[in-house]
């Protein structure tokens, strides 16, 4: 599959405050190249502070990389070089899932409202009737139905699996051909989860959907994707075909995230435990974590 | 209901929970009762997991049993709780700061909620070292917990604050202040869950270690089946405000007996096995 939306040697700065033993500045991501293909996997895993969610949110075009650091192309066409139209087709095609759907929708808006207010935005209906039916259409793409209950309901009215329903509904109504998930099921309870990745690879598989999907659930990476990115420290230390990486890790980093997997088994999992130093991390690296 | 009767065979539990149940507000004049009906015990030296998913009742739980439910008249616990054989229920302010502040230490989730952003990790710890040390004393029993928490280099983190330390060195942190009141029971509310998997196979580790060289007793709650299965003796499985099950780990991951429990590992185990799709238990609200 072609890929669509590619990052490349994509690198970010932040710079901090003036706080006293701080550098002043921080380079989240630091010369990534990654690419996403609508129909594919891919994931990024790392833990906190490896810099993937800086990636999602420069891949989203939701901040710039630096000046003289690298690009990120849809289509081809650089996201600082696009007129108007493409900047439009851009956003419509690239849609995102956060960890935090309750954080992600306006509690004095209801479900129908949510999802016609995108419609609107993106002039893909204008009649009432049109918008009423695409609202229909995308709740039932992720099976929240009978769709007119739900249309009604506030978010606080809905649980947290429902919640994220609803945006990877107002992400589906535009037609994407890729979704960027930050952490998009870190916060569910397991069967929950479970529910939500069926529906991703539903999705996946009926409207040819491409993920990026973030996260530092190994677990999930596992059962899900097809290819990996490992990223630490702002770097990608390592990236394979998901199968290659589980069965063959060419980094100590990679074989530390690996075994780092808990095992729902009592014998495996007090092995698990034991056979790790109970030392702290150092203390150096700690501040930066 | 005194316990004479098992004076021979059993020890005394440390934590006897007999029919306990919670009723909170969630609106005007609406209620739910959140917990109904659960007996549990503890005994001492034992580690014993509750584990469900959210709304299951488990926070609630433990929060009854530290005596940290909210005060007020809208909030009704019935049922027994005893510590060592004291009833808890219906005791006064005073009496749960005598549990809470000597026998009882607590982990929690965040550890940033609860620790101080104002004060040094070295004054947090030793302020709950029990008092009557002199100051060179104290700060020496502080470094000595905080190593046992797993905090290689205490002598260099006692001058810190908490912004300065990563999330797993403030869990233990947490830990060590929980340790510093030599306390018979540690609970610990989702201690790793905020935690990356590196760093939480660390901090349980350090948690296990210390437990079990104080022989303190341990009452944990996760969501995670995988941290139960590795670090408790004995397992509850709560379902919306009840327990539905309860056994040795073996016996509740090797032969369970709900329904709800089955069900639960089977959709776990779909993230490791060879299936095509996950399974998604018919108990699932969403």
Redesign the interface.
């Known amino acids: 599959m072609h890929a669509k939306l590619v990052a490349t040697g994509v690198s970010k700065t932040f710079h901090r405050k003036r706080m006293p033993g701080a550098a002043p500045t921080a380079k989240a991501v630091d010369g990534v190249t990654i690419s996403v293909a609508p129909g594919d996997f891919t994931a990024i895993v790392g833990?906190?502070g490896s810099g993937k969610s800086t990636m999602a949110r420069i891949m989203l075009g939701l901040i710039e990389p630096d000046h003289d650091g690298g690009t990120v192309t849809y289509d081809g066409i650089p996201l600082s070089e696009m007129n108007r139209a493409q900047s439009m087709k851009f956003r419509s095609s690239v849609q995102c899932v956060l960890q935090d759907p309750s954080a992600a929708l306006n509690p004095r808006k209801s479900v129908r409202q949510v999802l016609a207010e995108v419609v609107k935005l993106h002039g893909i209906a204008t009649t009432k009737a049109d918008i009423e039916a695409k609202v229909h259409e995308a709740l039932s793409i992720v099976d929240l139905t009978p769709t007119a209950t739900y249309a009604d309901r506030y978010p606080h009215q809905l649980?947290?699996?429902?919640r994220q329903?609803v945006l990877i509904a107002r992400a589906v109504i535009l037609n994407p051909a890729i979704i960027i998930a930050d952490e998009a099921v870190s916060a569910l309870?397991?069967?929950?989860?479970?529910?939500?990745?069926?529906l991703l690879?539903r999705l996946r598989r009926e409207l040819n959907i491409g993920y990026l999907f973030i996260t530092?659930d190994?677990?999930?990476v596992?059962?899900v994707a097809d290819y990996v990115y490992v990223m630490k420290n702002g770097q990608v230390v390592e990236e394979a075909a998901k199968d290659e990486l589980f069965a063959n890790p060419k980094t100590t980093y990679t074989r530390?995230?690996l075994a780092?997997?808990?095992?729902?088994?009592?014998k495996?999992?007090?092995d698990?435990?034991?056979s790790?130093?109970?030392?702290?991390?150092?203390?150096g690296?700690?501040?930066v974590? | 209901m005194t316990s004479n009767e098992n004076s021979s065979a059993q020890p005394e539990p440390l934590i006897d929970v007999t029919d306990l149940s919670v009723t909170l507000p969630t609106g005007q004049r609406q209620f739910v009762r959140a917990v109904k009906s659960v007996s549990l015990k503890v005994y001492p030296g034992e580690r014993v997991g509750i584990v469900g998913e959210s709304g299951s009742g488990k926070s609630v739980t433990v929060r009854a049993i530290s005596g940290l439910l909210p005060e007020s008249p809208l909030v009704e616990v019935g049922g027994s709780i005893r510590f060592r054989g004291r009833e808890l229920v219906g005791a006064s302010a005073r009496d749960w700061q005598d549990i809470r502040s000597k026998r009882i230490g607590m982990i929690f989730q965040d550890p940033m909620s609860y620790l101080n952003p104002t004060m040094t990790i070295g004054r947090q710890v030793r302020e709950a070292l029990q008092r009557g040390r002199s100051e060179d004393r104290s700060m020496d029993a502080a470094m000595r917990v905080m190593e046992l928490a797993g905090l290689s280099s205490a002598a260099d983190l006692i001058g810190q604050y908490p912004f300065q330390l990563s999330g797993g060195m403030r869990q233990r942190v947490l830990i060590a202040i929980a340790l510093a009141k030599s306390p018979e029971l540690i609970v610990a509310d989702e201690p790793t869950t905020a935690l990356d998997a590196t760093i939480q196979r660390r901090v349980l580790r350090s948690l296990d270690d210390s437990v079990t060289r104080l022989g303190t007793s341990l009452l944990l709650i996760t969501h995670d089946l995988a941290v139960v299965a590795g670090l408790c003796d004995r397992v509850y499985v709560m379902f919306r405000g009840e327990i539905v099950e309860s056994g040795t780990a073996e016996q509740i991951y090797y032969n369970p007996q709900h329904d709800y429990t089955k069900d639960l590992l089977r959709s776990v185990r779909s993230f490791t096995d060879d299936s095509e799709e996950l399974y998604v238990s018919e108990y699932a609200r969403d």
Do not use: F, M, Y
């Open positions: 833990e906190s649980s947290g699996g429902q329903r309870d397991v069967s929950v989860k479970a529910s939500i990745l069926n690879g530092h190994l677990p999930v596992q059962k530390e995230l780092a997997a808990p095992l729902p088994d009592p495996l999992a007090r698990w435990i034991r790790t130093t109970p030392q702290t991390e150092a203390i690296t700690a501040l974590d």
